[in-house]
């Protein structure tokens, strides 16, 4: 008969070579079951400057604003055009938000 020690060292002895074996069949199988993963080419995004140019960011401002004040004219040529389709009185105060002024009693 053996003492514990030995019998624990065995254990872990016989695993180790175990889990050893293992890792050798996966090594060796790897390249005969799996074959290499197909690979996409990427796309590559190019790299743009961080730093934008005053004028160059101050044209681009100057373009949203005419794009902003030629949707705000629209607008209101089609409410125009809408109130009267509808038959709305244009004799109607608007108040300073550009609302209807109601006057309370």
Same mark, same amino acid.
């Given at each position: ?6 019998? $624990? ?22 390249? &005969? ?6 690979? &996409? ?26 794009? #902003? #004040? ?5 607008? *209101?040529?089609?409410? *125009? *055009? ?7 009185? &244009?004799? $109607? ?6 609302? $209807?002024? $109601?006057?309370? &009693?």
């Amino acid at each position: 008969m053996s003492c514990p020690t030995c019998e $624990v060292l065995r254990d872990q002895l016989a695993y180790s070579e175990k889990e050893r074996r293992e890792l050798l069949a996966q090594l060796l199988d790897k390249g &005969k079951t799996e074959p290499p993963p197909e690979q &996409k080419p990427e796309e590559f995004i190019p790299i743009t400057p961080q730093h934008v140019p005053w004028r160059v960011r101050q044209q681009l401002m100057e373009q949203e604003d005419r794009k #902003a #004040a030629e949707l705000l004219r629209q607008s *209101a040529k089609d409410i *125009a *055009a809408l109130e009267q389709e509808l038959g709305v009185n &244009k004799a $109607v105060e608007r108040g300073p938000s550009g609302g $209807v002024k $109601v006057e309370v &009693k």
